[in-house]
């Protein structure tokens, strides 16, 4: 088997046993990389520092020390901090900009021992499904579907070049981040395992804050055995984030694959509707019937608010963006316009035009609208009264199962040409965003592939911090869908 097929489990068993190095292990990636630059799921390379950090985990593990994920290649999302290595979340409001510091999660994933290979792209501040409004250009999913093998797919967003990094076998594990699904969907689209856990589980220090009650970090990788132990080095506590819960870290790593006798798994009933195509019921269906063969109970459940989530999704994140990006207005933070200025606020207005995407200005014009003061009774509190309904439901529900399975997006990837206006963009995100506004942890599975060739993925939902029970059934749902497909471009 070639070293870039390799999981993380089976590399480290590798490694171990002195069958393969680190050096061997990162060149190998980083081949491939090159190989596939055309995908431009990279905006910065870091290869050369890559190769300095493999001698010291190498030594590592001569010594019989080894770490969580000791030479493991992985790669960042251009949206954590990392220190002195530019950092811009593919803006050109911090396309120069090169930390002093670094984000706790990247810190926490290096200190055990993972290996950057470098920053991946992603939408405009976070803000997409698509992954088409970076500022270094969009990236193209490694997939192609069979009835036009030459159109270019997008990867989905916002962490499509870290979805396109794991999937294509430049690296074994990567961070995104998750605010209405930009880990989720992007995992579905190439046939990734993304999963996003409970809001407090992860700091979001040095994470550039899009909107900060939903943003949290999570991982891509090929295996849910993977995807336990890259999420289990990046979670806890933090001193620096006071959202972060001081809760022990669940030893996600060393949960096995065992049958689900006495697991209930909720069926939302209201997440049949319309809008879905019959492969997606019928994959939905199929999830359903693998979970029941494999011991569980499969129960309908009543999620009534949640129709109004995307909705709420899109008064409270660009309200919460309107904020967060005031700090960018030329003075304090960023890119500052070089045009001749004739007082400030001409200044604020060149270099915000200059320095943000479409995207992100139509989510700064609602967030500002939403928040003023004639219309902030009307929309943004209503939508956080709206937002306590949808958890409230989550938490009636969770009063009957343990897990809620749903299909993790309405499509297959879709083409980068296809001409979307925003509203039906935002409809993608339809059954990543209820999970996303009550904090639960999620992921999505690649289950099969669609009519067209593509990867389709499920979605796990579990109750708040209650990660080892979303592994527990992810590695049984992994196991019955045996989707061993590979990208046909690869």
Not at 293 to 314: C, D, F, M, N
Request: net charge neutral; charged share 20%.
């Amino acid at each position: 088997m070639s070293l870039i097929d390799l999981t993380i489990v089976e590399a480290k068993e590798k490694l171990l046993k002195k069958e393969i190095s680190v050096k061997e292990l990162i060149e190998a990636h980083i081949k491939q990389a090159e190989k596939l630059k055309n995908l431009n799921a990279f905006v910065l390379e870091t290869f050369e520092q890559a190769f300095n950090k493999a001698e010291v985990s190498q030594q590592k593990i001569t010594s019989g020390n080894p770490r969580l994920l000791e030479g493991i290649p992985v790669a960042v999302k251009d949206l954590f901090c990392t220190e002195n290595v530019r950092t811009t979340a593919c803006s050109n409001i911090l396309k120069n900009y090169v930390p002093q510091y670094e984000s706790t999660v990247s810190a926490k994933f290096f200190e055990n021992g993972a290996i950057m290979l470098g920053k991946t792209n992603m939408d405009d501040t976070a803000m997409g499904s698509s992954n088409l409004t970076s500022c270094f250009g969009p990236c193209e999913n490694p997939w192609r579907g069979q009835s036009n093998p030459n159109e270019k797919l997008v990867p989905g967003g916002s962490s499509g070049g870290s979805a396109i990094a794991v999937s294509s076998r430049m690296a074994m594990a990567a961070l995104g981040s998750d605010t209405g699904g930009s880990i989720r969907q992007p995992a579905s689209f190439t046939g990734s395992v993304g999963i996003k856990p409970s809001y407090g589980r992860c700091s979001r220090y040095g994470m550039i804050a899009y909107s900060s009650s939903l943003d949290q970090a999570g991982v891509f990788t090929r295996t849910v055995s993977d995807a336990a132990l890259a999420l289990e080095a990046i979670m806890g506590s933090d001193e620096f984030d006071s959202t972060v819960l001081n809760n022990p870290v669940p030893r996600l790593s060393q949960i096995q694959y065992s049958e689900l006798k006495g697991l209930r798994v909720g069926i939302p009933k209201e997440y049949h509707n319309d809008m879905v195509a019959k492969e997606i019921t019928d994959l939905w269906q199929q999830g359903a019937d693998w979970l029941r063969q494999h011991g569980a109970e499969i129960v309908e459940i009543s999620l009534p608010h949640t129709r109004y989530a995307l909705p709420v999704y899109y008064i409270v994140a660009p309200a919460e963006a309107s904020t967060n990006l005031a700090r960018y207005d030329g003075v304090r933070y960023g890119h500052r316009t070089s045009e001749t200025v004739q007082n400030i606020n001409d200044l604020y207005e060149l270099t915000r035009a200059e320095g943000f995407g479409e995207e992100v200005q139509r989510r700064i014009l609602v967030g500002t609208f939403v928040l003023s003061s004639e219309k902030i009774s009307s929309y943004f509190q209503k939508a956080q009264k709206v937002r306590t309904l949808v958890i409230q439901d989550f938490k009636e529900a969770f009063s009957k199962v343990d897990v809620i399975l749903t299909p993790t997006a309405l499509s297959a990837a879709f083409s980068m040409d296809a001409k979307l206006d925003p509203v039906s963009m935002y409809l993608n995100d339809v059954y990543t965003i209820p999970a996303s506004l009550a904090g639960l942890p999620c992921v999505s599975i690649p289950a099969t592939l669609s009519n067209n060739g593509l990867p389709l993925g499920l979605q796990l939902i579990a109750k708040h911090l209650d990660e080892e029970t979303l592994i527990k059934a992810s590695l049984a749902l992994e196991k019955a869908a045996n989707f061993k497909y590979k990208p046909n471009t690869i």
